[in-house]
């Protein structure tokens, strides 16, 4: 029993050492090397994994198939997920040693957000905002936009509703404790999510809600959706930011990140009033605009059913 014990404690011990030894390398890795490094990884699992190598193939057909998108680049396609794994890791190490945290490219993201805010609430005073990332590019980066966004509203503290398990590399918590996650993934808060989210929205007059979600990714839990047209065909999308923006008069402030050659960049959507009947049309528009534009650097990209799935709840 006591060998088992020491066996045990020297396994964690390596693997705590491997970790630790990756996440400083990652975090030195020049952010211009990334999607090349992301390739070769993917070309290489590729050669004996199934699953990473009809997960890319199932992003490219999807795209060209489905979406009929057209030619898609391959080595853009193909290894979307490796490349978001490896962004996630890059930010998550390079925040938690203070290496590369002031990253330019995504403090204009946030300045050119809060810019837009400022002007709507400029125009319309008190009137609550629900910042939505599309899925794009790397989760970490969103939130490190949504951090930035927090201080240059000068904000305490933002709320997120996230789907995003916690803690994957490490403690999400002490790297942006001034996030409050609002999560999806748990049995122990789901249950009055929505109300928690509206209550964010009302005391800091800003909530972040990923409205983009496809209705599989929340299988598990299925969820209300609303029928609207993506790509000429009727789709389902979330309800949940129209259930809550709408009784309060919300405006929707949809954004995407992009990444080519080690540079983020953001493109901001216009504002949409989620009370308008046309709402959540509108927000399908953004969707099939950001499908369009940026395929290739899309989280979601590649599930057969997409925007089709539809769960009565």
Known sequence: ???????????????????????????????RAIEPLAIVMWCVRSLYDAKTRSSGLERREVGREVLKLGEL??????????????????????????????????????????????????????????VSPFHYVSQYANISVVDELRKQLGLASIGVVSGVPRDIYGSDEALIPNIEILHTYSETNRTGLGLRAARSLRRHGVVVLFADAPPFALSGYPMETVGVSIFGRPARIHNGVFRMGAPLDAVMLPFYLRFENGRFSAVVLDPIELAASNAPQRVAA????????????????????????????
Do not use: K
């Open 73 to 130: 680049r391959n080595w853009s396609v193909l290894p979307g997920r490796t490349l978001e794994h490896l962004l996630d890791q890059r930010l998550h190490f390079g925040r938690q040693r203070d290496r590369a945290e002031a990253l330019p490219d995504l403090q204009r993201a946030a300045s050119v957000l809060a810019r837009t805010i400022n002007e709507m609430r400029a125009d319309t005073p008190g009137r609550p905002v629900v």
């Open 1 to 31: 029993m006591g060998l088992s014990r020491a066996f045990r404690a020297v396994a964690y011990a390596i693997r705590r050492t491997r970790g630790r030894m990756f996440g400083a390398l990652i975090a030195r890795v020049p952010l």
């Open 286 to 313: 953004c969707i099939e605009h950001a499908l369009m534009d940026n395929y290739a650097r899309s989280l979601i990209a590649g599930h057969p059913s997409m925007y089709a799935f539809s769960p009565s709840r």
